[in-house]
């Protein structure tokens, strides 16, 4: 079992090959030597967000988020744009994370993988959810990667070597903020 500070990677999309996918997989490929990386694979099956049932024991799929989260020494997300904001069911995921502390103090960084100009109300939307759950946004690891589907290669992963260049930055920014972070003991 690896010791390596985990980075936890969020899609916000359920499409099967989606490009947000497609770029988290990718960052996977590209991860410091440092850290280890886990694809979240569970938003699919999280309940509907009800406050009644935000206390113990959580939902099975709710505590297995919370429990990654709590593992994880980072996290990084890519989020479609959805009627100019998050996706339902990625805000879901999120809204689960508002009663918990598990992402308090947590280095997050995300990826707007979407065409120029397109991408800033989900953006908006993730920034203010996250100031609620008190997570450390780690603004220089905050990048937008303009894409479309014509750079993602037949095995699923990024082809353009400008892209892939940016997303082994911005995982190397968030590697050093979650370091930092944990010798400052959060």
């Given at each position: 079992?690896?010791?390596?500070?985990?980075?936890?990677?969020?899609?916000?999309s359920l499409r099967s090959g989606s490009t947000n996918e497609s770029v988290l997989r990718t960052a996977r490929t590209l991860a410091?030597?440092?850290?280890?990386?886990?694809?979240?694979?569970?938003?699919?099956?999280?309940?509907?967000?009800?406050?009644?049932?935000?206390?113990?024991?959580?939902?099975?799929?709710?505590?297995?988020?919370?429990?990654?989260?709590?593992?994880?020494?980072?996290?990084?997300?890519?989020?479609?744009?959805?009627?100019?904001?998050?996706?339902?069911?990625?805000?879901?995921?999120?809204?689960?994370?508002?009663g918990g502390t598990e992402i308090c103090d947590k280095p997050v960084a995300w990826v707007n993988a979407a065409a120029q100009g397109?991408?800033?109300?989900?953006?908006?939307?993730?920034?203010?959810?996250?100031?609620?759950?008190?997570?450390?946004?780690?603004?220089?690891?905050?990048?937008?990667?303009?894409?479309?589907?014509?750079?993602?290669?037949?095995?699923?992963?990024?082809?353009?070597?400008?892209?892939?260049?940016?997303?082994?930055?911005?995982?190397?920014?968030?590697?050093?903020?979650?370091?930092?972070?944990?010798?400052?003991?959060?």
């Amino acid at each position: 079992m690896s010791t390596l500070p985990v980075i936890l990677l969020l899609s916000g999309s359920l499409r099967s090959g989606s490009t947000n996918e497609s770029v988290l997989r990718t960052a996977r490929t590209l991860a410091p030597g440092r850290v280890r990386t886990v694809l979240y694979d569970g938003l699919a099956t999280l309940p509907h967000f009800n406050p009644d049932d935000d206390q113990d024991p959580l939902p099975t799929p709710v505590a297995g988020l919370r429990q990654a989260i709590e593992q994880a020494a980072g996290i990084l997300i890519c989020t479609p744009e959805y009627a100019g904001t998050l996706p339902g069911s990625f805000k879901n995921l999120l809204d689960w994370t508002v009663g918990g502390t598990e992402i308090c103090d947590k280095p997050v960084a995300w990826v707007n993988a979407a065409a120029q100009g397109r991408g800033h109300g989900a953006e908006a939307t993730l920034r203010a959810v996250l100031g609620y759950t008190g997570a450390d946004i780690v603004e220089a690891a905050c990048v937008h990667l303009p894409m479309d589907r014509g750079t993602v290669g037949e095995d699923g992963l990024l082809t353009d070597p400008g892209v892939r260049r940016q997303l082994g930055d911005v995982l190397g920014l968030l590697a050093a903020s979650s370091e930092r972070s944990a010798a400052a003991g959060r």
